[in-house]
Structures are given as C-alpha cells and as structure tokens.
C-alpha cells in the first residue's frame, strides 16, 4: 500500500465522522477564497483610487486589472488541469479503493491534478504578489480544502500537491512572462 493510499484512508476514516465539516471545507471553501480575492482586489483597487474620480473609470479599471492579475491566469490553471486530466486519467481513490467512501458527491472522473486546488493556488499566489497577509489567509483555507477532500475520498495527497504545484507555476510563469514582454519592472495594481 502506498503512502498516498494510507494517508487517504487514514484521513477517511476520520472524516466519515465529520462528514458536515469535510462537505463544507472541501466543497465550499473554494468560494470563500473567492470571496476574499475579490474583496480585498476590489478594497485595494478602491484604495489606490476612488470613486469620486470617476466611476466609469473606477469600473473600467477595476475590469481590466482582474482580467490581467485573476482571470488570466486561473483560466490557463483550469485549462492546463482539465488537459492534464484527459491526459493523464488517475482513478480517484473512492473508485479504486473499495475500502474508501466517498463522503461528498462526485464523479468518478479523473482526479490529477485537483482542479480546486489548482485554481484556488492560483488566487493564492496571485494575490501574494500584492498583500502576504491575505495570501497566507487564503493558502490556509486551501490547505484545509485540500486535506478535506483528501478526507472526502475525492483525491489523493499527491493529487492535491500536483494541483498546487500547477497553480504556483502558471501564476510565475504568467507573471515572468507579462513583465518579460511589458517591459514593466512588475506588475502593479495602479
């Protein structure tokens, strides 16, 4: 039995009895990140300038930073996950393991990378760039979404891992590459 197996069934097991909290860290944190991003981009957008100096302009602005800081790069974490996954199919352990429950309902699609994971690192580390305190926050929370759906039966540690690794690669890569083409120094919120 492999490490990655016995840490699932481990965290299982544990978790058939806190099926509401694994339901709720797995599933529902994902929106909570969101949440904070775009709360804390819109309070420091905000910050930077107000309103008053025009809303359409405030509006705009707010737009075409999220574009470049969030969308872009989460919407290449979920291209890249989704292509590794068709790629790379890996039973989910609640599939492969007859011993493990799947205690959040779930497909039994692929699940290499984490999709959730990926795209939550992505929040992560972007908004890193700009404000460590609210990243730490945030990596926290993806931290226990992750174990939580380790727990579930839906991924394995390694899965989790490999969707982190992936979220942090596109957004320095992206980063390196926007400020390599700009001619920016870095990327500011401005």
Not at 81 to 86: A, L, N, P, Y
Not at 170 to 176: F, L, M, N, S
Request: positive net charge; glycine residues 6%; contains cysteine.
């Amino acid at each position: 039995m492999s490490i990655d197996s016995s840490i699932v069934r481990f965290l299982n097991n544990w978790g058939e009895q806190h099926k509401s909290l694994v339901h709720l860290c797995s599933n529902d944190f994902v929106y909570l990140v969101i949440l904070i991003s775009v709360a804390w981009f819109a309070m420091r957008i905000l910050s930077t300038r107000p309103v008053s100096a025009g809303w359409k302009d405030s509006i705009s602005r707010f737009l075409v930073k999220g574009i470049v800081v969030f969308a872009i790069p989460v919407g290449i974490a979920i291209v890249i996950s989704e292509g590794v996954s068709r790629f790379y199919v890996r039973s989910r352990p609640f599939v492969a393991d007859p011993t493990v429950k799947l205690l959040v309902p779930h497909g039994a699609d692929g699940g290499m990378p984490s999709h959730h994971i990926a795209f939550m690192m992505t929040l992560v580390i972007s908004v890193y760039f700009y404000d460590r305190r609210i990243a730490a926050i945030l990596a926290l929370l993806t931290l226990i979404s992750g174990i939580a759906r380790i727990a579930a039966g839906i991924h394995y540690p390694s899965d989790i891992l490999a969707g982190a690794a992936l979220g942090v690669a596109i957004v320095y890569i992206y980063r390196w590459a926007l400020v390599k083409f700009s001619g920016e120094k870095q990327l500011s919120l401005n």
